[in-house]
């Protein structure tokens, strides 16, 4: 059964991506009503807290803790059938070992009864420890292709993470810089999901040949709002 | 007297005298009493004793010498503290407040009578402030318990070493000066500075330094250990994350600021004795002596405000002094780049800038009495000649003593009809003592002279808004209260490395939900809290007026400065610049006095008085370490032009008289210095067992009593000592005189059409304060509302 936006009262920004109707959640995931979808990618579990657990909690503590409970409102609030984490969920491939008992059991908790699906990344080529879910490095649902890294030869349809977008503008000399979903209609391209996981603004280089210069839209993830920006905007 | 650049092993040399008299001396029998404290050591920083305990034990049992050491500090428990009062150490390590407590105890004589040395760490550190005008009186103390005891005080270079031998002896009668003994070593390896040379572009404003983050992290994996300094509490926690944002190595960065909990800065020193961490983001809290062994790289975020303050902290890498340190200044923006530069300049000549002695504190004082009559009965004659024989004090004329006097034992002239202010009384034997044995223990939560930021507990609670719980959760760490009052429920910010939501404030603890905001509402950054030193600022005046002093300068600064030469003026190092120029529909005056923000900013409240006064119509100003800007309504330069008002009577000194004190009638600030003031000498009390007061309280309280002593008591001891606070403290109104008598005829003023380089710094201040929380989102809304309408 499709999600009703209104019904949910979320501040979910639509969009029309490859013919499919999307909703993107200022907090930072992806939903596809139409099939009960929920994307967060790069969740960078284990990145901070991966030295404590070796050397004493020195380290920016709960980090995990922050981005699962995070994720648990998302899941909460659009109760998908399935759910994608669209690589780089573990910050190391041994990451997944370290998970504090707590944070493994939350997680176990927002697996129950919903199709997991751990699509690979490059920081976690190998499929999580004793976690579950199904493991694969694409995922195809219908025009859509979900991976983790963008490939640089063309393809339509494809929603991928792995660059942490991120945005910038400028408006009356003040500047304004936030995570942002980015997509010239045919690529879309995610931004991290986890706590302490920078961001790269797409001005970058590291996004030459990606998209369409000119078709360029992002869009911002405001304190509780999305804000649809064109790529003319955005400065450096 | 010591002093010894860093590295050279002045603390150990310091405790070599006491090693060798313990050593020597016959152990105890089984059964006959323990003989107490022989040496006492007392650091500005609790961090710096224990770490003092570590490296002083390692030498006793390797030599098996058998002396106990042991700290005691605010962090240690309290049962630990009672059987050290029974049965205490050789050598006890410790903090000027708790010296004061000691000694405000009646079993004081008896707890010290064997006590032979005190050794003063860092001593130049100490001196400057209200802790060290209390420090030399409860040394005035000891020396009474112990006439013969030894002092030694040790010290990083300072510009006028006779300061500090004089503190250290008892001082003889008034016009006389006595000074120790002193020993200075010269020398030690010329540190290795560099200022960061970035690709990319140094910004006009601002203090995250965030441009150079990238940099910043190659050169944490380019070396082994790298301790990163910054100035202030919310910088540390920006660096930080920022900083694990693009941690892509995982390395092991950690962070150690004075308002985290006190379990995790153990861990994070402990680990970094262990060498397990390769970057640590630290504050002040870090950079006085601790010997961190193995680090080899100092990094310096922002500006270091003051040659001093640079040498000392760049001395942390490596920690020997037959090698050079490394280190890297990391300028947040352009101004910093050039007060960098003259730093590094300042630091090769070996410059010192500590900031002069002030004489002894009147608020402190009338603690300290209230303190003496804690520990006993005394005499005021007696008491009167133990305080000026220590040095602050040495001045401290009878007239002021008695005042004091009468402000504990009345609360002073308009205090007298009110009990609760009659602390201490004279009795028919002639003795000062206690009213009532309940004032010692009261005494005891208020001792110290600390109240500058009082602290609030973070606690975090699960739930958000209107069910938030207001008791209970884990603690956080403490975090100023003055900053919290600054928020609103709702507000986000960073601490200890998360982004935290802003619940409420209920008695001592405001109560934080963890945020999901990537971007928190970081405090706008208190530059204040170090003013740029008049030794550096002179300096920065010196390269804008002087090309070769610019050589060293980065291209793109020295560009900026160049067209500044072009398009406007650029000052003569004794001259002050004044633009005035029109900008969207209002007109700025921007004045470059750099003389720090504090005096910036009563600059500014005088400024915009008289600008008022002559109809100039001023609606703000905002004020940096470096410039002033004040905006208005009207055209400055037409009227400059017209002479509806002069520079020279718009800059002069008499604007500290009248309307300074005008000003000062209706400020908030003032205010507050009383606060501190009154509450140091016991007025109003910050701690009670089981009520705490916040600083919200105490305020408004404090408030109605300044009232009523500014009507009924103006000469009243606590506004007297209000008063030469704020001459120094908050205000700086000392500095700002003296800059308005420097330049009295040398104001340069150019009327412009447009802004100047350099006045783009400080414009872009402007306003700078409100673009965060809500407002970004304005100007997000704002930009996607465009777009549709072009859509």
Same mark, same amino acid.
């Given at each position: 059964?499709?999600?009703?936006?209104?019904?949910?009262?979320?501040?979910?920004?639509?969009?029309?991506?490859?013919?499919?109707?999307?909703?993107?959640?200022?907090?930072?995931?992806?939903?596809?009503?139409?099939?009960?979808?929920?994307?967060?990618?790069?969740?960078?579990?284990?990145?901070?807290?991966?030295?404590?657990?070796?050397?004493?909690?020195?380290?920016?503590?709960?980090?995990?803790?922050?981005?699962?409970?995070?994720?648990?409102?998302?899941?909460?609030?659009?109760?998908?059938?399935?759910?994608?984490?669209?690589?780089?969920?573990?910050?190391?491939?041994?990451?997944?070992?370290?998970?504090?008992?707590?944070?493994?059991?939350?997680?176990?908790?927002?697996?129950?009864?919903?199709?997991?699906?751990?699509?690979?990344?490059?920081?976690?080529?190998?499929?999580?420890?004793?976690?579950?879910?199904?493991?694969?490095?694409?995922?195809?649902?219908?025009?859509?292709?979900?991976?983790?890294?963008?490939?640089?030869?063309?393809?339509?349809?494809?929603?991928?993470?792995?660059?942490?977008?991120?945005?910038?503008?400028?408006?009356?000399?003040? !500047?304004?810089?936030?995570?942002?979903? @980015?997509? =010239? $209609?045919?690529?879309? %391209?995610?931004?991290?999901?986890?706590? #302490?996981? &920078? !961001?790269?603004?797409?001005?970058?280089? @590291?996004? =030459? $040949?990606?998209?369409? %210069?000119?078709?360029?839209?992002?869009? #911002?993830? &405001?304190?509780?709002?999305?804000?649809?920006? @064109?790529? =003319?905007?955005?400065?450096? | 007297?010591?002093?010894?650049?860093?590295?050279?092993?002045?603390?150990?040399?310091?405790?070599?005298?006491?090693?060798?008299?313990?050593?020597?001396?016959?152990?105890?029998?089984?059964?006959?009493?323990?003989?107490?404290?022989?040496?006492?050591?007392?650091?500005?920083?609790?961090?710096?004793?224990?770490?003092?305990?570590?490296?002083?034990?390692?030498?006793?049992?390797?030599?098996?010498?058998?002396?106990?050491?042991?700290?005691?500090?605010?962090?240690?428990?309290?049962?630990?503290?009672?059987?050290?009062?029974?049965?205490?150490?050789?050598?006890?390590?410790?903090?000027?407040?708790?010296?004061?407590?000691?000694?405000?105890?009646?079993?004081?004589?008896?707890?010290?009578?064997?006590?032979?040395?005190?050794?003063?760490?860092?001593?130049?550190?100490?001196?400057?402030?209200?802790?060290?005008?209390?420090?030399?009186?409860?040394?005035?103390?000891?020396?009474?318990?112990?006439?013969?005891?030894?002092?030694?005080?040790?010290?990083?270079?300072?510009?006028?070493?006779?300061?500090?031998?004089?503190?250290?002896?008892?001082?003889?009668?008034?016009?006389?000066?006595?000074?120790?003994?002193?020993?200075?070593?010269?020398?030690?390896?010329?540190?290795?500075?560099?200022?960061?040379?970035?690709?990319?572009?140094?910004?006009?404003?601002?203090?995250?330094?965030?441009?150079?983050?990238?940099?910043?992290?190659?050169?944490?994996?380019?070396?082994?250990?790298?301790?990163?300094?910054?100035?202030?509490?919310?910088?540390?926690?920006?660096?930080?994350?920022?900083?694990?944002?693009?941690?892509?190595?995982?390395?092991?960065?950690?962070?150690?600021?004075?308002?985290?909990?006190?379990?995790?800065?153990?861990?994070?020193?402990?680990?970094?004795?262990?060498?397990?961490?390769?970057?640590?983001?630290?504050?002040?809290?870090?950079?006085?002596?601790?010997?961190?062994?193995?680090?080899?790289?100092?990094?310096?975020?922002?500006?270091?405000?003051?040659?001093?303050?640079?040498?000392?902290?760049?001395?942390?890498?490596?920690?020997?002094?037959?090698?050079?340190?490394?280190?890297?200044?990391?300028?947040?923006?352009?101004?910093?780049?050039?007060?960098?530069?003259?730093?590094?300049?300042?630091?090769?000549?070996?410059?010192?800038?500590?900031?002069?002695?002030?004489?002894?504190?009147?608020?402190?004082?009338?603690?300290?009495?209230?303190?003496?009559?804690?520990?006993?009965?005394?005499?005021?004659?007696?008491?009167?000649?133990?305080?000026?024989?220590?040095?602050?004090?040495?001045?401290?004329?009878?007239?002021?003593?008695?005042?004091?006097?009468?402000?504990?034992?009345?609360?002073?002239?308009?205090?007298?009809?009110?009990?609760?202010?009659?602390?201490?009384?004279?009795?028919?034997?002639?003795?000062?003592?206690?009213?009532?044995?309940?004032?010692?223990?009261?005494?005891?939560?208020?001792?110290?002279?600390?109240?500058?930021?009082?602290?609030?507990?973070?606690?975090?609670?699960?739930?958000?808004?209107?069910?938030?719980?207001?008791?209970?959760?884990?603690?956080?760490?403490?975090?100023?209260?003055?900053?919290?009052?600054?928020?609103?429920?709702?507000?986000?910010?960073?601490?200890?490395?998360?982004?935290?939501?802003?619940?409420?404030?209920?008695?001592?603890?405001?109560?934080?939900?963890?945020?999901?905001?990537?971007?928190?509402?970081?405090?706008?950054?208190?530059?204040?809290?170090?003013?740029?030193?008049?030794?550096?600022?002179?300096?920065?005046?010196?390269?804008?007026?002087?090309?070769?002093?610019?050589?060293?300068?980065?291209?793109?600064?020295?560009?900026?400065?160049?067209?500044?030469?072009?398009?406007?003026?650029?000052?003569?190092?004794?001259?002050?610049?004044?633009?005035?120029?029109?900008?969207?529909?209002?007109?700025?005056?921007?004045?470059?006095?750099?003389?720090?923000?504090?005096?910036?900013?009563?600059?500014?409240?005088?400024?915009?008085?008289?600008?008022?006064?002559?109809?100039?119509?001023?609606?703000?100003?905002?004020?940096?370490?470096?410039?002033?800007?004040?905006?208005?309504?009207?055209?400055?330069?037409?009227?400059?032009?017209?002479?509806?008002?002069?520079?020279?009577?718009?800059?002069?000194?008499?604007?500290?008289?009248?309307?300074?004190?005008?000003?000062?009638?209706?400020?908030?600030?003032?205010?507050?210095?009383?606060?501190?003031?009154?509450?140091?000498?016991?007025?109003?009390?910050?701690?009670?067992?089981?009520?705490?007061?916040?600083?919200?309280?105490?305020?408004?309280?404090?408030?109605?009593?300044?009232?009523?002593?500014?009507?009924?008591?103006?000469?009243?001891?606590?506004?007297?000592?209000?008063?030469?606070?704020?001459?120094?403290?908050?205000?700086?109104?000392?500095?700002?005189?003296?800059?308005?008598?420097?330049?009295?005829?040398?104001?340069?003023?150019?009327?412009?059409?447009?802004?100047?380089?350099?006045?783009?710094?400080?414009?872009?201040?402007?306003?700078?304060?409100?673009?965060?929380?809500?407002?970004?989102?304005?100007?997000?809304?704002?930009?996607?509302?465009?777009?549709?309408?072009?859509?």
């Amino acid at each position: 059964m499709p999600l009703a936006l209104e019904e949910a009262e979320l501040p979910a920004m639509e969009m029309e991506f490859q013919g499919e109707t999307l909703l993107i959640d200022p907090r930072g995931c992806l939903v596809w009503p139409k099939e009960n979808l929920l994307v967060v990618s790069d969740l960078h579990l284990e990145k901070g807290s991966s030295h404590a657990a070796r050397r004493g909690s020195f380290i920016p503590p709960y980090d995990t803790h922050a981005t699962l409970e995070q994720l648990a409102l998302c899941i909460a609030d659009w109760q998908p059938k399935t759910i994608i984490s669209l690589g780089d969920s573990f910050h190391d491939e041994d990451a997944s070992l370290r998970l504090p008992q707590s944070c493994r059991l939350a997680l176990r908790q927002l697996m129950e009864a919903r199709e997991w699906i751990w699509v690979c990344g490059n920081h976690d080529p190998l499929p999580p420890e004793n976690l579950g879910g199904t493991f694969c490095t694409e995922m195809m649902m219908g025009p859509l292709n979900f991976l983790h890294e963008p490939k640089p030869q063309f393809r339509y349809g494809e929603i991928a993470g792995h660059l942490h977008p991120a945005a910038k503008i400028r408006r009356r000399g003040k !500047g304004v810089r936030r995570r942002c979903f @980015a997509s =010239d $209609g045919r690529r879309m %391209i995610m931004p991290a999901f986890g706590a #302490f996981t &920078g !961001g790269l603004n797409v001005k970058d280089q @590291a996004y =030459d $040949g990606l998209f369409e %210069i000119s078709d360029l839209q992002t869009w #911002f993830l &405001g304190k509780d709002a999305v804000y649809q920006i @064109a790529g =003319d905007q955005l400065v450096a | 007297m010591l002093i010894a650049p860093t590295g050279a092993g002045k603390t150990l040399a310091g405790f070599l005298p006491s090693l060798v008299d313990l050593a020597q001396t016959p152990k105890p029998k089984p059964g006959e009493a323990k003989r107490g404290i022989h040496t006492l050591y007392i650091s500005p920083l609790k961090a710096l004793a224990v770490d003092i305990k570590r490296n002083l034990e390692k030498p006793i049992e390797e030599m098996g010498l058998g002396i106990d050491v042991e700290t005691r500090t605010g962090d240690t428990p309290v049962s630990r503290r009672q059987r050290q009062k029974l049965n205490p150490p050789q050598i006890m390590l410790t903090t000027p407040e708790q010296l004061a407590l000691l000694i405000a105890n009646k079993d004081a004589p008896r707890f010290f009578d064997n006590l032979q040395t005190v050794i003063f760490d860092e001593l130049h550190s100490l001196v400057t402030s209200k802790r060290g005008h209390l420090l030399a009186l409860g040394l005035a103390r000891l020396r009474s318990f112990r006439p013969d005891l030894k002092t030694i005080g040790l010290s990083a270079t300072v510009a006028e070493p006779d300061d500090l031998r004089r503190w250290l002896v008892g001082q003889p009668e008034l016009g006389e000066i006595a000074l120790s003994e002193f020993v200075h070593l010269q020398g030690g390896a010329k540190p290795n500075i560099t200022i960061l040379d970035s690709e990319e572009r140094v910004p006009w404003s601002g203090h995250s330094a965030r441009y150079a983050m990238g940099d910043v992290y190659r050169a944490i994996k380019a070396h082994g250990t790298t301790l990163l300094f910054v100035n202030t509490r919310s910088q540390s926690e920006i660096l930080f994350q920022e900083l694990w944002n693009i941690n892509e190595d995982t390395l092991p960065i950690a962070l150690h600021h004075g308002s985290l909990d006190v379990s995790q800065r153990r861990k994070v020193e402990e680990a970094m004795q262990r060498n397990e961490l390769r970057a640590i983001v630290a504050t002040s809290t870090l950079d006085l002596g601790i010997d961190w062994g193995d680090v080899d790289l100092v990094v310096h975020v922002g500006a270091p405000k003051g040659a001093s303050r640079l040498a000392q902290r760049i001395g942390r890498a490596n920690h020997r002094i037959d090698e050079p340190s490394r280190a890297i200044l990391v300028p947040a923006n352009r101004f910093e780049v050039m007060e960098c530069q003259a730093a590094l300049n300042a630091n090769y000549l070996g410059a010192q800038d500590t900031p002069p002695l002030l004489s002894g504190s009147l608020d402190v004082l009338a603690q300290h009495i209230l303190g003496t009559a804690c520990a006993g009965p005394f005499h005021a004659d007696g008491l009167f000649a133990e305080i000026t024989s220590s040095a602050p004090y040495a001045e401290l004329s009878r007239e002021q003593f008695d005042q004091a006097l009468d402000f504990v034992s009345t609360g002073g002239y308009a205090l007298r009809a009110y009990e609760q202010y009659a602390k201490i009384k004279k009795t028919e034997d002639g003795t000062w003592r206690l009213t009532h044995p309940a004032i010692a223990q009261r005494y005891r939560m208020n001792c110290g002279t600390i109240v500058e930021a009082p602290m609030l507990d973070v606690r975090l609670t699960r739930k958000r808004g209107k069910n938030a719980a207001f008791q209970g959760g884990p603690i956080l760490g403490k975090i100023e209260e003055g900053f919290v009052e600054s928020l609103a429920v709702g507000d986000t910010f960073l601490f200890s490395g998360n982004t935290l939501r802003l619940e409420g404030i209920r008695e001592a603890a405001c109560y934080v939900s963890k945020a999901a905001d990537t971007d928190p509402k970081v405090p706008a950054y208190a530059g204040g809290k170090f003013p740029l030193s008049t030794y550096l600022a002179d300096l920065v005046r010196g390269m804008l007026a002087n090309e070769t002093e610019r050589k060293d300068l980065p291209p793109q600064v020295r560009e900026w400065i160049e067209i500044q030469k072009l398009k406007s003026i650029l000052p003569k190092r004794d001259e002050l610049l004044i633009e005035t120029f029109p900008k969207g529909d209002r007109y700025y005056l921007v004045a470059y006095p750099f003389e720090g923000r504090m005096a910036h900013q009563t600059l500014g409240m005088l400024l915009t008085r008289r600008l008022e006064r002559a109809r100039a119509k001023p609606l703000g100003f905002v004020a940096t370490d470096y410039a002033i800007a004040v905006w208005g309504l009207r055209d400055f330069s037409a009227m400059i032009d017209k002479r509806e008002i002069t520079l020279s009577g718009l800059f002069d000194e008499d604007m500290l008289g009248d309307d300074l004190e005008a000003w000062l009638d209706e400020s908030f600030l003032l205010k507050r210095t009383f606060r501190n003031c009154a509450t140091i000498a016991g007025l109003i009390e910050r701690r009670f067992p089981g009520k705490e007061k916040t600083g919200r309280q105490m305020t408004v309280s404090s408030d109605l009593i300044y009232d009523v002593l500014r009507s009924h008591d103006p000469n009243h001891i606590l506004l007297q000592a209000t008063r030469a606070d704020a001459a120094h403290g908050l205000l700086d109104v000392r500095r700002l005189g003296d800059m308005l008598s420097r330049t009295k005829t040398r104001i340069v003023h150019k009327g412009l059409e447009q802004i100047s380089p350099l006045a783009v710094p400080i414009m872009l201040e402007i306003g700078r304060e409100s673009v965060v929380g809500e407002a970004q989102e304005a100007l997000l809304e704002e930009a996607s509302s465009e777009l549709m309408r072009i859509g």
